[in-house]
């Protein structure tokens, strides 16, 4: 089968397959900005990055900036809608000062790479000196995946060392156990009436969940088997 020139697919060296598109000829170009605070001004971004699309014949479309935003929050608007002209191919590039003015950790950043890479959408970012048409910038990508996933793996072991040692010393993980008290109600409910599981929650009035309710019932109303 003959494939399509403006595309390859290949795997990087953590076995992921994606699709890689080779140099792309648009220059329409969209800038990102952010700054945290409302007193903070976004001139130093903005000059450092009309320069060097400039310099790069790049064609600037549009700008987006957001104000008083933190980098950790869901809600930037103006990113938001970079991404919305991203998918409906209304530019070629994406030029960003730094990495932390765009996305809000490792991981975030690795999936908007991935979604510009799937789209031919190119990333540049300025100070970081990191472009995604060039080798250096694939190779970049490829470190920054290998990062998000030693990023999410730490952070599975440091919740799994510290159940251990709180399991260690005694402390109960996961919701705390009902009442005896409670327990026991539900438990009579079950064995003394033919009440649906909804039934017996919604006189329970809160003191359990639907589900520990299930369980109790079931356990209850469930033909004990009898010893070979």
Same mark, same amino acid.
């Given at each position: ?77 103006? $990113? ?29 950043? $690795?999936?908007? $790479? ?29 470190? %920054? ?43 009579? $409910? ?9 039934? %017996? ?10 589900? %520990? ?16």
């Amino acid at each position: 089968m003959r494939h399509s020139d403006s595309a390859s697919t290949k795997e990087d060296f953590l076995g992921r397959r994606r699709v890689s598109a080779k140099l792309r000829q648009g220059t329409r170009t969209a800038l990102y900005l952010r700054v945290s605070t409302a007193d903070q001004k976004p001139d130093l971004q903005d000059d450092g990055l009309r320069s060097y699309a400039a310099r790069a014949g790049l064609e600037i479309v549009g700008d987006y900036c957001d104000v008083a935003v933190s980098g950790r929050r869901e809600g930037r608007p103006r $990113l938001n809608a970079l991404m919305a002209a991203a998918r409906n191919r209304e530019i070629d590039c994406v030029l960003v000062w730094k990495f932390d003015r765009f996305a809000r950790s490792t991981r975030h950043l $690795l999936s908007a $790479l991935e979604e510009f890479d799937h789209l031919g959408v190119r990333f540049v970012s300025v100070q970081d000196q990191v472009d995604t048409d060039s080798p250096m910038g694939r190779a970049m990508f490829t470190i %920054i995946a290998a990062m998000a996933e030693l990023e999410s793996a730490l952070i599975s072991e440091r919740v799994i060392a510290g159940m251990t040692a709180a399991a260690a010393r005694g402390k109960h993980l996961g919701r705390p156990p009902l009442p005896r008290h409670v327990v026991a109600e539900i438990k009579a $409910l079950a064995a003394s009436t033919d009440l649906s599981v909804r039934k %017996i929650y919604e006189k329970m009035a809160g003191k359990a969940s639907r589900g %520990i309710v299930g369980e109790i019932t079931k356990q209850v109303r469930s033909p004990q088997t009898s010893p070979l």
